[in-house]
């Protein structure tokens, strides 16, 4: 079995969320078009009077994390959350990026492991309170530990319940900090590194910035799980004018190319199943190799 089927072998059993083919041309018909072109003034105003939490949270924080929490495991009381969050492709797609990012980066822990004399040290970027790498955790060895790393230490104190809940509270630690200075917290080097749900919000010359300081510091032959983000939820021009959400789409193949930059390779891409998130894996090359 060769890399790219080990890691998709990986993945393989997962059960995705999925949307049928009557539901989806009915959305790209006659859905999408509605909120996409409906006056954002007005769309501001239903939402605003239907006390709708998910927007209420992207106009407070665009992208923030908290938007994630009530689409991870957000139980919506509101109608129009029950509706974005229960039916909205972007919602499904996230739940789905939260199974494949949790996954692999077990996996990726659980290797390291086999081989490391020390502790495995995963660090998180942008990692709001955490619940992707607390997933991974659970399904690691349970020396593994992680620095996670957020701007906005809000996050944090949900962060820490949702960690001690889990009972890994003394395996997660969190620093408020901006991803571009993040070589100041490390020790010891990170062998696997999580960066999702942050690259859409960056530009191209920050995002290879943050990977050039990220190979100084860590672990040779380490390897990051980042995600893509495409046009395929068929809303973006509701996300911009309505929720106030800038998000930059790149292809798997145009994000690999800026951490190619930086000296990862081996890029695995694996689609979730409504195609709007790629999540990769990469390793940083061995200088000693
Ligand atoms: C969309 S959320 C993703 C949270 C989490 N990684 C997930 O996928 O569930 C993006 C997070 O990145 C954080 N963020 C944005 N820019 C950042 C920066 N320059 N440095 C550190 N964190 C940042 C935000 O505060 C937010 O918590």
């Given at each position: ?6 890691i998709?072998?990986?993945v393989s059993?997962?059960e995705?969320?999925r ?6 041309a009915?959305?790209?018909?006659l859905m999408?078009p ?5 006056p954002s003034?007005a ?11 998910l927007a209420?949270?992207n106009?407070?924080d665009?992208g923030g ?5 009530i689409?991870y495991h ?7 959350d029950?509706?974005?969050v229960?039916g909205?492709?972007m919602?499904?797609?996230?739940r ?7 996954r692999?980066?077990?996996k ?5 492991d086999?081989?490391?004399d020390?502790p495995v ?6 990692a709001?309170p955490?619940?992707i790498?607390i997933?991974?955790l ?12 957020d701007?906005?230490s809000?996050?944090?104190d949900?962060g820490r319940?949702?960690a001690e ?18 070589t100041?917290?490390l ?13 859409e919000?960056?530009?191209?010359e920050?995002?290879v ?12 032959g380490?390897?990051?799980?980042f ?13 911009r ?6 998000m930059?789409?790149r292809?798997p193949e145009?994000l690999?190319?800026l ?6 390779g081996?890029?695995?891409?694996l ?8 999540v ?8 000693k190799a």
């Open positions: 079995m060769d890399h790219d089927q080990k998709q072998s990986w059993d997962i995705f969320e949307v049928g083919p009557v539901k989806s009915l959305k790209r018909v999408n509605l909120v996409n072109y409906f003034s769309m501001k105003a239903i939402l605003r009077f239907a006390k709708c939490e209420q949270c106009w407070d665009p994390w908290k938007s994630m929490v689409s957000g139980k919506p009381t509101q109608i129009a029950k509706i974005l229960n909205g492709a919602s499904m797609a996230l789905n990026r939260r199974l494949l990012a949790g692999l980066l077990a990726l822990i659980t290797q390291a086999e081989t490391s020390i040290h995963a660090l998180c970027l942008g709001g955490g619940r790498i997933d991974a659970l399904q690691s060895p349970d020396t593994a530990h992680a620095t996670l790393v701007i906005s809000d996050a944090f949900y319940e949702l809940s889990s009972g890994l509270a003394d395996r997660v630690k969190y620093v408020k900090g901006d991803v571009r200075d993040v100041d917290v020790d010891p080097p990170p062998v696997v590194v999580k960066m999702i749900g942050i690259c919000y960056l530009t191209d920050q995002i910035d943050i990977l050039k300081s990220l190979s100084g510091v860590m672990a040779p380490g390897s990051v799980v995600n893509s983000i495409s046009t395929a939820h068929g809303t973006d021009r509701f996300f004018r309505v929720m106030g959400l800038h930059i789409h292809t145009q690999s190319a951490f190619a930059q930086a000296g990862f081996e890029f695995v891409s689609p979730e199943p409504l195609a709007i998130y790629h990769i894996v990469a390793r940083l090359a061995d200088q």
